[in-house]
């Protein structure tokens, strides 16, 4: 009796709503999957030894995993979460020594017929010291050793990955910003953030004369407008000079640091060049799938461009334009509300926790996810360049779709657990 | 921390904002524009075109005249080529290095993934080799259609020829024709191009990403069979017509010979002519501009392009109207004291004739009668005045198919010259009368007719007063159709009786000792006839003759004209006398075959062109023509030989 009643009430605890996306997200990929690798041609019979059935294979473990997290005692992952940071930021060492070498990325662990991506659990490994540490320490975000702390359990798995190297996965990591921004890192180091992101696009747009000229103008009106503090035009004159300098560092990285092929991309989503034969094949052939949809989509196993392999690496990274094609703006539109309804409800249950680990972690689950959503998307519509990062729950592979799920189920776990205390 | 916690509003509204411009993009690809659903279509539709063969041409024993051959296009995906033996292809092919780079350039730029055309019409024989070895050639593959052959090298001006459309033809198509068809551009191709061409066949097929075909579209819905074109009886009988450009060969001029019952052309010479392979396959363009080269210009097609003074040719239509209209019978006559003068005209006639009638009159080709009778015909009192009765007189006369089209299945006729008094009183302004225009009675002056005018006109009187509009393709398709134009009888409003007089002087031109094309008598068979000698302002006069055989129940009508031949009955009478000999019996009598010979090797080509002077002769009205005294006349200097081997 007491054990049913345990159970009733653990399970009453869970968010059902949140799990209800999730499985519905889960679904939509399988279907698209199945959609993507449909062959008219071979006989339609159900066969694990596909990519559709490892995908149900997937998802079905996904969810054991998932269960069996709720299962788990909540301080669990509090407590341990130095130590499965530890464990993920040495599997980023080990795929570096044994990983296997895919597309130019040394990002996979062979493990009999599956591959582990260590990048992918370094996520909520990171995101759970992340956590541990603001509540633990509950450290002023506003002070510098406290962000340098932060910064370096965030940049540690950043710096791993991009040894192997994998831009996508290690941009994700900018996603912790949010959360510490909720925690209390000021607004203006996220200005600054994204400002010199800014500039280095423009900086490849605009001839450097241009940018230098108008920098000078800005800062100078700001000066004008401040003229009567002193200080305030020391540091607007400061930030102006700063820029500028950047400008030329900026250069310098582009055409150093980035791969070629990475240049190309970024060149090619600012339309500083055209190629829709070479590297914007395909963002070129996905725009192209998804346009074709239209409004109610051309229906399950009849878009032309996805059945004859028009899109590449369409039941991974491009998985969308299978939907777009076949669901059309209908199907796209439901598939962004549901993962905005999602997020947004991650948000509020992060927020009413007592725990301040379980709302950090909250936040980062939200952040994460929302990033992997906002670039695959952008890319699959070329509004973001190509970026290889797997669209969650929906596309094609154990590796991604385990992690999302655990990340996920972590914190459903926390959320149940809210009135007690870790 | 409220502060901290109104952040959750600024994460949330990022979350919100990201979203709106995901599906705001979204909108604008999928919904707004259709751009990407046409590039979808592209991307995986292709529609394999399937080439019908060109109706075949037949004479009217259906032997071809014209057939198809299959040649092989050699065709490229660029996107589709890998390394290989360039060096091997192009000696298979037969082209060098730059042809190979500027071809494969050229289908580059018309599309990479789409095939086009890289070398085309390859023989049997090369395709045979190159099919061997085509896995050598990635990317390369061939197409097979069809193009002309003309089995005996006949009849090009009949037959025209066919051409890779122009970007002008795919335009005034409307959209039928697509780059790398090909349409007729001159004779029966052209004319009945729509008929010939057949249908298209269409097959839209899917392609996926590395081109290889999946299936077909939609289950073939919208795919249709290509049709061939289809098939064409001509008139022309190709033996006749043979023998025709053999009798012709070297010199300038026509022959248009008409099945008189029937309107249906059975020979249709037009000298200088070329071998209408020569306009087929891949030197089509280099052999085009050879043959332009040639000042006799070969293009022409003399039978219904060239103006020529119908001549002596003329007269049995001035006493036919004369008798008509009554102011002659057969028996009234007129005397020809060598000349005929009017006011301050005056039309020498060749000998004289002292008292002439009907009959001896056009035997002999009197100048002075057809005066005489033309004079009787613009002066009738029931008419107020002359130019009142020209007028007449010339309604008249077009009904025999002068001064207009006659309406020919071939395109590019041309209408001859026949005015009417407005012109003449614009030009003379009201002061003249039947002496000023008093040459039009002897066919000069300003009267210009093609031979197959003339040949009309014989297969009129053939008829004796009606004409079916000439010809050149007999019946259309398995059903054998025929335009119901070419079966209408055309009347010419003279009474049949009236023929007969006009006939009998006709049948003395050939048969009687002193008819002008007696040395061109066949044995056995009435040919009627009449000689002329038109004059050239150009050059040498012009040979012609016309004429119909046999006299009762006509087979054949006949127009000859050999420019600068001199006299109608050295050259033209004897070339249509074996033409209808041939028709008539099936084959020449074994005794004429040395004069068919002799005749075939004549070469008569103008000089040389001179700088050009503007001929003003043939305006003139007082003209002087030469009438042939039969017999023995040497013909000019550019005819090679000895004379014409006398008659039996």
Redesign the interface.
């Known amino acids: 009796m007491i054990n049913q009643q345990s159970s009733n009430r653990f399970f009453f605890n869970v968010d059902w709503i949140t799990i209800l996306i999730y499985v519905a997200l889960c679904g939509i990929g399988f279907v698209n999957i199945y959609a993507s690798i449909y062959n008219p041609e071979e006989s339609t019979v159900f066969n694990f030894s596909t990519n559709y059935g490892k995908q149900l294979i997937f998802i079905i473990t996904g969810l054991i995993l998932g269960l069996s997290i709720l299962l788990l005692d909540a301080k669990f992952f509090s407590i341990f979460s130095p130590i499965i940071y530890g464990i993920t930021m040495l599997l980023l060492i080990v795929v570096l020594v044994v990983g296997r070498n895919v597309g130019g990325n040394q990002a996979w662990i062979p493990i009999g017929s599956f591959r582990l991506q260590p990048s992918e659990l370094a996520k909520f490994g990171t995101a759970l010291l992340l956590a541990r540490y603001i509540s633990s320490f509950n450290p002023k975000l506003n002070t510098l050793k406290p962000v340098l702390i932060a910064a370096l359990i965030i940049v540690i798995p950043m710096c791993l990955i991009m040894l192997q190297p994998d831009a996508g996965s290690m941009l994700v990591f900018l996603s912790f910003m949010f959360p510490l921004y909720r925690e209390g890192l000021p607004g203006y180091l996220l200005v600054i953030f994204w400002g010199m992101v800014l500039l280095f696009i423009l900086n490849l747009f605009l001839a450097p004369w241009v940018l230098i000229s108008s920098i000078l103008a800005i800062g100078g009106l700001f000066i004008y407008f401040n003229k009567k503090k002193q200080q305030r035009m020391i540091m607007i004159g400061v930030i102006t000079f700063a820029a500028i300098g950047y400008l030329f560092i900026a250069k310098v990285i582009f055409e150093n640091v980035l791969q070629p092929h990475q240049r190309t991309r970024i060149e090619l989503i600012l339309g500083l060049k055209t190629d829709p034969r070479g590297a914007g094949y395909n963002v070129n052939q996905s725009k192209i799938a998804i346009g074709s949809g239209q409004l109610t989509g051309r229906g399950f196993l009849e878009g032309t461009q996805t059945k004859y392999g028009y899109v590449p690496e369409q039941s991974t990274d491009f998985i969308f334009s299978t939907i777009g094609e076949e669901w059309g703006f209908t199907g796209c539109f439901v598939v962004i509300a549901l993962y905005l309804f999602l997020l947004l409800r991650v948000i509020n249950l992060a927020e009413r926790q007592r725990s301040s680990f379980s709302r950090v972690y909250g936040y980062c689950v939200a952040c994460i996810i929302f990033f992997h959503v906002f670039i695959n998307i952008g890319m699959t519509i070329g509004i973001i360049p190509v970026i290889g990062i797997p669209l969650p729950f929906i596309s094609y592979g154990g590796s991604s779709l385990w992690s999302f799920t655990v990340l996920l189920f972590i914190f459903l776990k926390l959320d149940s657990n809210r009135m007690g205390f870790i | 921390m409220d502060n ?2 109104n ?2 509003y ?3 509204g ?3 904002v ?2 709106l ?3 705001g ?3 604008y ?3 707004a ?5 046409i ?3 592209s ?2 539709l292709r529609k394999i075109y399937t080439f019908p063969a060109r109706g075949v041409i037949f004479d009217r024993n259906e032997k071809p005249l014209a057939q198809n051959e299959a040649v092989y296009d050699l065709m490229v995906i660029p996107n589709q080529v890998k390394k290989f033996d360039t060096a091997a292809l192009c000696r298979i092919i037969d082209i060098d290095m730059d042809r190979f780079k500027r071809n494969f350039n050229k289908a580059t730029a018309q599309s ?1 993934y789409q095939p086009s055309i890289f070398e085309r019409q390859l023989s049997i024989q090369v395709y045979a080799t190159l099919s061997e070895q085509l896995s050598r050639f990635p990317g390369f593959f061939v197409q097979s259609r069809t193009i002309r052959h003309y089995p005996d090298s006949v009849a090009a001006h009949f037959l025209g020829y066919i051409k890779e459309v122009s970007p002008l033809d795919i335009q005034n198509s409307e959209g039928y024709y697509r780059s790398g068809d090909y349409i007729g551009k001159s004779g029966v191709e052209k004319s009945y191009e729509t008929l010939l061409r057949g249908e298209r066949g269409v097959v839209n097929m ?5 081109n290889v075909p ?2 077909s579209y939609a289950e073939g819905r919208f795919d249709t069979a290509a049709v061939s074109g289809d098939r064409l009886i001509s008139s022309l009988d190709l033996k006749l017509q043979k023998l025709g450009e053999e009798l012709m060969r070297n010199k300038v001029g026509s022959i248009v010979a008409i099945e008189p019952a029937s309107g249906e052309i059975l020979a249709f010479v037009s000298s200088p002519s070329y071998d209408p392979n020569l306009m087929v396959g891949r030197n089509q363009g280099n052999n085009y501009m050879e043959l332009l080269k040639n000042p006799n210009r070969v293009f022409n097609i003399r039978p219904i392009q060239g103006y020529y003074s119908p001549g002596s040719s003329f007269k049995p239509l001035d006493a036919l109207l004369g008798l008509q209209e009554g102011v002659i019978d057969p028996n009234t006559t007129f005397n020809c004291p060598g000349y005929f003068k009017v006011g301050g005209h005056t039309v020498k006639c060749e000998h004289v004739d002292g008292n002439i009638a009907l009959r001896k009159g056009l035997a002999r080709s009197c100048n002075t009668y057809a005066c005489y009778v033309f004079q009787q015909l613009i002066t009738q009192r029931k008419y107020p005045n002359q130019r009142v009765a020209y007028d007449a007189w010339q309604k008249k006369v077009k009904k025999f198919g002068l001064g207009e089209k006659l309406g020919i299945d071939l395109p590019s006729e041309r209408n001859g010259r026949l005015y009417d008094a407005a012109y003449y009183s614009g030009k003379y302004s009201k002061y003249w009368n039947y002496g000023t225009v008093i040459s039009l009675a002897i066919g000069q002056g300003e009267m210009d007719a093609t031979p197959l005018q003339m040949a009309n006109i014989m297969a009129i009187i053939a008829n004796r007063g009606y004409y079916i509009k000439p010809h050149l393709v007999k019946a259309i398709g398995k059903n054998r159709v025929i335009k119901k134009e070419y079966v209408k009888k055309n009347y010419v409003d003279v009474e049949a009786r009236h023929f007969e007089p006009v006939i009998d002087g006709m049948q003395d031109a050939v048969n009687a000792p002193w008819g002008t094309a007696i040395q061109s008598r066949i044995d056995g068979i009435l040919m009627c006839g009449k000689t002329g000698t038109v004059q050239n302002p150009r050059g040498k006069n012009h040979s012609v003759f016309i004429g119909f055989a046999p006299r009762d129940n006509p087979k054949i009508a006949i127009a000859v004209i050999v420019e600068n031949a001199g006299y109608g009955s050295t050259y033209a009478a004897p070339i249509a006398s074996y033409i209808a000999e041939q028709y008539l019996r099936g084959q020449l009598p074994k005794n004429k075959l040395a004069q068919v010979e002799w005749m075939k090797k004549q070469v008569i080509l103008p000089e040389p062109p001179k700088p050009k002077v503007k001929p003003k002769a043939k305006d003139k009205d007082s003209v002087t023509t030469v009438n042939p005294a039969p017999a023995q006349v040497t013909p000019n200097n550019t005819t090679t030989s000895t004379p014409i081997p006398p008659l039996k």
């Open positions: 901290l916690f952040r959750k600024t994460i949330q990022l979350f919100i990201i979203g411009i995901l599906l993009t979204l909108f690809i999928q919904v524009t259709d751009k990407y659903f590039s979808a279509e991307n995986v990479r899917l392609y996926d990403a590395r999946k299936g």
